[in-house]
């Protein structure tokens, strides 16, 4: 069983749509991240979580809204989709102290 | 700005030879590396980290080489395998210790093609 899991792995939406990625881990892990990839740009940091109640920016934040629901459940939302948000969408977990961070299969979202 | 760069989008090694990746950072508060490795339809997994304190560290047929002055890190594969081929994705973190966030600032990442 996937420790870290991403749900949809694919989705298609049109501009304006709101949409929810949905990650889940069972590794029991503190910290979660969302990530985007997009070519020739490696991961960009969307945002990160330490605990259920703390929620911070990453550096490309705007566009985007998370929640995180549970100690296992982290999930972003596009309020209103537009076709530069066309990634591939990475959720990542982290134990702690120099722990490497593991990370979900990804989703791959296509907003036209 | 991109903090931590790879220069070379693709390397392509004949098997059994020596695959060396590189990487360039610019901030100087980067005190943890570390190489992922990613293949089609899957996320990044982790290979192998150096922290600041060393200049070189080894696990298996992975290399990875620090130069804090040069602000450089290369990754070596000996020998290289066509199991090996995939995209190569390094990274840094400036709060690694610590109850911290253990944020990862990443490369663009290098293709590694290794023919059989």
């Known amino acids: 069983d996937a420790d870290v899991t991403q749900t949809p792995r694919n989705r298609i939406t049109k501009t304006g749509k709101r949409i929810m990625l949905e990650c889940s881990q069972t590794k029991g892990h503190d910290r979660m991240y969302w990530y985007r990839q997009d070519p020739g740009l490696g991961l960009r940091l969307i945002y990160y979580s330490f605990d259920v109640k703390d929620i911070n920016k990453g550096e490309i934040s705007d566009g985007y809204s998370v929640s995180r629901q549970a100690q296992a459940k982290f999930s972003l939302s596009l309020e209103s989709a537009i076709p530069n948000q066309t990634a591939l969408y990475f959720c990542a977990t982290r134990r702690g102290e120099w722990e490497t961070q593991y990370f979900g299969p990804g989703t791959r979202l296509l907003v036209l | 700005d991109q903090q931590v760069k790879q220069n070379s989008p693709s390397l392509s090694v004949q098997e059994g030879r020596i695959s060396i990746l590189n990487c360039d950072y610019t901030n100087s508060m980067f005190d943890y590396f570390l190489w992922y490795k990613k293949y089609p339809a899957e996320g990044p997994t982790f290979l192998i980290s150096i922290s600041s304190i060393k200049d070189k560290n080894e696990d298996g047929r992975f290399t990875v080489f620090l130069n804090k002055s040069a602000k450089h890190l290369s990754l070596h594969i000996v020998p290289s395998q066509p199991g090996d081929s995939a995209v190569y994705f390094c990274?840094?973190?400036?709060?690694?210790?610590?109850?911290?966030?253990?944020?990862?600032?990443f490369g663009q990442g290098t293709i590694l093609t290794v023919h059989p």
């Open positions: 990274a840094a973190s400036g709060d690694a210790g610590g109850t911290s966030y253990g944020k990862l600032t």
